[in-house]
T-cell receptor, first 113, second 108 residues
Framework: ETGVTQTPRHLVMGMTNKKSLKCEQH?????MYWYKQSAKKPLELMFV???????ENNSVPSRFSPECPNSSHLFLHLHTLQPEDSALYLC????????????FGPGTRLTVT | QKEVEQDPGPLSVPEGAIVSLNCTYS??????FMWYRQYSRKGPELLMY????GNKEDGRFTAQVDKSSKYISLFIRDSQPSDSATYLC????????FGKGNQVVVIP
């Protein structure tokens, strides 16, 4: 295990639902990330947090809302998603934002129906 | 032109063969070059990274960076079935960009 856990591992939701993805890191890192991984597409960085402060937001639609209550926990709140949002959502952490080595969680496989 | 190009494969090789993977990129400002391995139903894990041009070896794995050609490679010697995974290249300066990933199957 990498020290980064994600729940749930699988999620099926309708377009009108609201759900949240949770990430927790047990590595004492200061930076946390949300990525989207779609089939046949490069990994897309969505959000970056450093010590609970959002430092990067890569043109992500507002139906994705991140929250970082402390440096060990990261949430991604989802509402009124579209079928094209179906993907694997990965959380990662690193010692600092500029640290090359990032540790990834196993991901949440999201299906929007 | 995409920022990072990587052939998604799949690439099938017999056990014991050398696996050769590569990526090309367009942004000459990239300084760090990484290779991640991702098993099915797992997140990516960093295999190795290099800074600027040159070679780096770690056991059966060798990473090469040619900045003049904007070309990076990963070689896996004496491939094993446990090497079957998707391999993602990534590179960064002040931002991070990934390739699509290349699926590798090592056949026993």
């Amino acid at each position: 295990e990498t020290g980064v856990t994600q729940t749930p591992r699988h999620l099926v939701m309708g377009m009108t639902n609201k759900k949240s993805l949770k990430c927790e890191q047990h590595l004492g890192h200061n930076a946390m990330y949300w990525y989207k991984q779609s089939a046949k597409k490069p990994l897309e960085l969505m959000f970056v947090y450093s010590l609970e402060e959002r430092v990067e937001n890569n043109s992500v639609p507002s139906r994705f809302s991140p929250e970082c209550p402390n440096s060990s926990h990261l949430f991604l709140h989802l509402h009124t998603l579209q079928p094209e949002d179906s993907a694997l959502y990965l959380c990662a952490s690193s010692q600092e934002v500029r640290t090359v080595e990032q540790y990834f969680g196993p991901g949440t496989r999201l299906t929007v129906t | 032109q995409k920022e990072v190009e990587q052939d998604p494969g799949p690439l099938s090789v017999p056990e014991g063969a050398i696996v050769s993977l590569n990526c090309t990129y367009s942004n000459s400002a990239f300084q760090y070059f990484m290779w991640y391995r991702q098993y099915s139903r797992k997140g990516p894990e960093l295999l190795m990274y290099t800074y600027s041009s040159g070679n780096k070896e770690d056991g059966r794995f060798t990473a090469q960076v040619d900045k003049s050609s904007k070309y990076i490679s990963l070689f896996i010697r004496d491939s094993q079935p446990s090497d079957s995974a998707t391999y993602l290249c990534a590179m960064r300066n002040n931002r991070l960009a990934f390739g699509k990933g290349n699926q590798v199957v090592v056949i026993p």
